[in-house]
């Protein structure tokens, strides 16, 4: 019996309606216990929920993570009732009733937004609108690139979307459906919860868009349906998944279905119904259960959709035992995100040849040669950059770009769609089977940051690549110059921001952002040329210290001088000018605030030392207090940058060797008449 056939049997003593109505009071009775979330989303899209987790998604709750489950996004996470309502009926070990009664509690499995690696079967974090659709995106893409490296028997499944009309006026969905739709993403269907109602009302207000002309527009296969018909449904969505390009299916929906007062209206979008409202829902639905009452024969049928999804799990495992070996194991090491033992000499040989040569280059152009070498070592190494590939210098010699119909290359061309790009990435990583990482310049930051929120939330590993990372661009002007960027991403919890120094240090923070597998990385690059200061490359990596010391006089040490980036060589030089003043300076290079942060105290108080420190950094102060104290004194920015060759601006800006000596001399100044003022 194929999935339908058996689909049908499991569900022929309750009726459709039965099954979808047990979503809907799940979802209204929690949301009235906690007093708090969104019953009219999960109450119009059940029908279309039912349909597709009862027919066709293929997904096993007893082992939520077998690798060829559908993924099932829902992008309109407010909605998340319906999801946990699911995850219940279809038997997830992490849902149960209990957990449904403490929906939006403190420690309980069903926070407000589903949470990614909080609940097992949520696919990824969604609450901030746009951001599922564009993840999908990403997820979608990662299954073709694996399907054409492992074929059908192995990869061979669907990405599925509930996405509501927030969604999709989100400026991010252009971006993401766009992308989708150039590269025939034809395993992405999209359901669109169609129900023309939004926070302040009838989308009528704010929005005219053709969704299916614009779709289309973008290289969708598109249709609209009646997203209470289950047979409509079901003909769409079994006639869209042999779409050759990705779908949209238009569910015209009612908001709040079934609520006699509220349907249709706003008012069935963010608050509880309240008694009597969801006691006049009761009896318009024909629903006469107590509270999180479902009963036995409407429990059981779910369930036994959640079990029928073990055959088709060991059905795959069976044929992955069948597969050659050395493809299988391949896969398993893919899937599995470890870095191969070749990567480790590839990155010794690297560091060993910078430190040799001690080449005098951008720390972009470093990371192009550590990519030349990495990418071959790590064929799952998936790269890209938003349309900047030249000037982030993204790809490796050995990478082939990934073409709408050449789905076995890993270098991906992302367009100027930064933020899409940074949501596909958290897709591809969630997907498995890959590392991502995409370039744009560091100023951009800006524009694919609600998706770095995202990605360290959940704590997924991507890694962007953000060159151009100060005002040592140079002519582009202060629209190009970063300035605030290190300090607000340093802001950001579990994002590693590394602004390495030079080649070596390159290396390193690509090493340490590749080792961190349960965090984003961000690494600065600069456009202009660094010397290579560091010749000791036999020891531990010292970027994976956060901070460590450069130069360090013997005996006294009068002052630390603390930088980061292009500014380490400007601290190195500020060093020896005061030296021949006799006056003892240490240096300290900074590259991640994040690691060094996680030190003991005894070796950061050993490096910042007990003197007065200076911090130098072409941005604005941001933390550095914490790094200088507040007697320190910071050489940096305190404004936007100017359009002008490098040299001119470091020096108009005062961030200078002689900047610094400066600095050094007041600190210690101070630093001394304090001392004997004690
Ligand atoms: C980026 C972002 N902006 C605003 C919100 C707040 N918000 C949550 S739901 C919503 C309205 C969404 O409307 P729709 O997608 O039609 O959902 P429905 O009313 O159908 O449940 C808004 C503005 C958000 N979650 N994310």
Redesign the pocket.
């Known amino acids: 019996m194929n999935i339908e056939s058996r689909a049908k049997a499991v569900e022929s003593n309750v009726s459709h309606r039965d099954m979808a109505n047990a979503i809907r009071f799940l979802a209204i009775d929690a949301v009235e216990k906690a007093r708090s979330g969104?019953p009219?989303?999960p109450m119009?899209m059940a029908d279309v929920a039912t349909v597709l987790f009862s027919r066709f998604l293929k997904f096993n709750p007893a082992d939520p993570a077998w690798p060829d489950r559908d993924r099932f996004v829902l992008s309109?996470?407010?909605?998340s009732m319906l999801l946990y309502a699911l995850l219940y009926l279809t038997g997830y070990e992490d849902v149960t009733l209990d957990q449904l009664k403490r929906f939006r509690q403190w420690g309980s499995k069903t926070p407000g937004h589903p949470e990614y690696g909080h609940t097992t079967g949520i696919e990824t974090t969604t609450?901030?609108?746009?951001q599922g659709i564009a993840t999908a995106v990403g997820m979608a893409l990662a299954e073709r690139l694996m399907n054409a490296r492992f074929g059908n028997a192995l990869v061979d499944h669907f990405t599925y979307v509930i996405a509501?009309?927030?969604?999709l006026m989100?400026g991010l969905s252009h971006e993401a459906i766009s992308l989708a739709g150039h590269l025939k993403l034809n395993r992405l269907i999209v359901l669109f919860?169609d129900?023309e109602?939004?926070?302040d009302g009838s989308?009528s207000l704010s929005c005219s868009d053709d969704q299916l002309a614009r779709f289309a527009a973008s290289g969708w296969s598109v249709r609209r349906i009646d997203g209470h018909d289950p047979a409509a449904i079901h003909r769409a969505i079994e006639e869209e998944r042999q779409s050759d390009c990705p779908s949209l299916i238009a569910c015209r929906t009612v908001?709040g279905f079934g609520s006699p007062h509220r349907q249709g209206t706003?008012k069935a979008?963010?608050a509880p119904l309240g008694g009597d409202e969801i006691a006049a829902t009761r009896i318009a639905l024909q629903w006469p259960y107590q509270p999180f009452e479902i009963p036995e024969d409407i429990l059981t049928t779910w369930r036994a959709i959640g079990v029928r999804g073990e055959l088709a799990c060991s059905a795959w495992t069976d044929r992955l035992w069948q597969i050659d070996v050395e493809v299988r194991s391949r896969f398993e090491a893919a899937l599995d995100g470890k870095l191969s033992n070749a990567h480790a000499d590839a990155i010794a040989a690297i560091r060993a040849r910078f430190s040799t040569e001690r080449p005098n280059i951008a720390t972009r152009q470093a990371s192009q040669q550590v990519l030349d070498e990495i990418t071959a070592s790590q064929p799952n190494l998936l790269g890209g950059s938003a349309d900047l590939t030249h000037s982030n210098l993204t790809h490796g010699k050995s990478q082939k770009p990934v073409r709408r119909c050449l789905l076995d290359g890993s270098y991906i061309h992302y367009g100027v769609r930064e933020h899409a790009m940074a949501a596909a990435m958290n897709g591809i990583a969630l997907h498995g089977g890959f590392i991502p990482y995409g370039g744009t310049f560091l100023t951009f930051a800006d524009y694919s940051r609600?998706a770095i929120r995202i990605a360290a939330l959940m704590g997924v590993r991507v890694i962007h690549v953000m060159t151009h990372d100060s005002i040592g661009l140079g002519e582009d002007g202060p629209t190009h110059q970063p300035i605030e960027h290190l300090a607000s991403l340093r802001a950001i919890p579990n994002l590693l921001v590394f602004r390495p120094a030079d080649a070596v240090e390159t290396a390193e923070a690509w090493d340490c952002a590749l080792q961190a597998k349960h965090r984003p990385s961000i690494l600065c690059l600069s456009r202009q040329a660094l010397p290579t200061f560091r010749s000791d490359t036999r020891g531990a990596n010292k970027v994976a210290l956060g901070a460590y010391l450069v130069a360090n006089p013997e005996g006294r040490r009068d002052v630390t001088l603390i930088a980061t980036g292009s500014e380490v060589a400007i601290a190195l030089d500020a060093a020896r000018r005061l030296a021949k003043a006799d006056i003892r300076a240490a240096v300290v290079s900074a590259p991640c605030f994040d690691l060094f942060a996680e030190q003991t105290d005894e070796y950061r108080s050993a490096v910042l030392g007990r003197g007065p420190r200076i911090g130098i950094e072409a941005a604005i102060q941001g933390d550095w207090t914490r790094w200088i104290g507040e007697d320190g004194e910071f050489v940096g920015m305190t404004g936007f940058g100017a359009s002008a060759p490098a040299d001119v601006l470091y020096r108009e800006f005062g961030i200078t060797a002689e900047a610094a000596v400066a600095a050094a001399l007041r600190t210690i100044d101070r630093h001394n008449s304090r001392s004997i003022d004690q």
């Open positions: 969104h009219g989303m119009g309109a996470g407010h909605g609450g901030p609108l746009g509501g009309d927030g969604c989100e919860d129900n109602i939004s926070i989308t908001i706003e979008h963010g609600p």
